[in-house]
C-alpha cells in the first residue's frame, strides 16, 4: 500500500493565503508610473538619441534620468569610456558646457578639484552642440535638478553609472 500526502499550500501567519491580486487603485498607480515613465523615456530619447552622430566620439548608452539628471556613457575617439551627467542649467554653477535649458558635466568623481581630460571635454561640447539644436527645435524637454539642487537633495548620491 502507498501514502498519499496533502499538497501544502502557503498559508501566512494570520492564516490566510498570500493574495497575488492587487487593488484597482494599486493598478492604476502603476499604470500612471508606467506612463510617467515611458514619457521621460521618450523625452530623453528625443533630446539625445542613442544613434546620435557625434563625430569623433561615440555614445554608449543614454540611462533615463536619476536622481535629477541624465548619464550618458560616452567614448573618447581612442576608446576611453566617460560619464556626462546633463543638469538643469544652473547659474551658479556652469558646466564643463551650457545651453540654453542645461549644463553638461564630466562625472570624474572629481568635486571640481580634478583636472578634465581634454578629449572628454571636447566630447561632452559636441554632446551639447546637439542638445542645443534639439531645444531650439522646440521639443518638450525632461525635466532635471540643477547642480546645486541634486547636491542638497543627494547628498551622498551615488551618480556613476560606469562600473
Known sequence: ??????????????GSEPSNTVTAQEAAQQVEFDS???????LVEALIPADLDVGKWS?????APRLGAIAVVMRTPSG???QVDVLRRDSQVPGVADTKHFSLFIANSGNGSKSTDEWQARGVKVLAHHVS???????????????????RRHPFGNFGVLG
Open 1 to 14: 500500500m502507498g501514502t498519499a500526502r496533502a499538497a501544502e499550500s502557503s498559508v501566512d501567519d494570520a
Open 36 to 42: 510617467a515613465a515611458a514619457r521621460e523615456l521618450a
Open 59 to 63: 555614445i554608449e548608452k543614454v540611462q
Open 80 to 82: 576611453e569610456s566617460f
Open 133 to 151: 539644436r534639439t531645444e531650439r527645435s522646440g521639443a518638450p524637454l525632461p525635466e532635471l535638478m540643477t547642480f546645486t539642487q541634486r547636491s
